[in-house]
């Protein structure tokens, strides 16, 4: 049985031109204090790629921001399944990139919710794209 709770390195987003793409091309959702871009680009490496980030302006020292994208990280990692079986399917790559804006360290239990919010609106977003694209 494959292990369907990972976050693999291929399933990291990493390559620079293409968050450069992501942010001058891609469209965000927000709930609060999560912000997500995403972006269905013409290639990738793998299906669903994400990327975590927090503030250097909001969190001086480099462990706080640490750990805000460990918690990120493990959230998604624990709630991507539907997403991923939803664009295992499909020949559309998907890229996202999680940014934290609060200004304070958030618990765990506030981040999950958030990342369970954006992803479900994410797994909206999916659907109705794939319902305009002409499958060709």
């Given at each position: 049985?494959p292990?369907?709770?990972t ?7 990493k390559?620079?031109?293409l968050i ?13 204090p ?16 994400a990327?975590?980030?927090?503030s250097?302006k ?5 462990h ?12 998604y ?7 991923q ?16 804006n609060?200004?304070e ?5 506030l ?6 919010e ?19």
């Open positions: 049985m292990k369907q709770f976050l693999n390195k291929k399933e990291r987003l390559k620079t031109k450069e793409h992501l942010f001058q091309s891609g469209k965000k959702i927000t709930a609060f999560l912000r997500m871009h995403y972006l269905f680009p013409e290639q990738a490496d793998a299906p669903l790629q990327a975590f980030s927090a250097k909001n969190f001086k020292r480099s706080e921001r640490n750990l805000i994208k460990r918690k990120l990280r493990e959230a990692r624990l709630q991507k399944l539907p997403l079986t939803e664009i295992a399917g499909k020949n559309q790559p998907l890229i996202l990139f999680f940014v934290y609060g200004k360290k958030p618990p765990y239990e981040i999950a919710a958030k990342m369970q954006l992803l479900n609106k994410m797994l909206l977003i999916v659907q109705a794209h794939e319902a305009d694209t002409p499958n060709t």
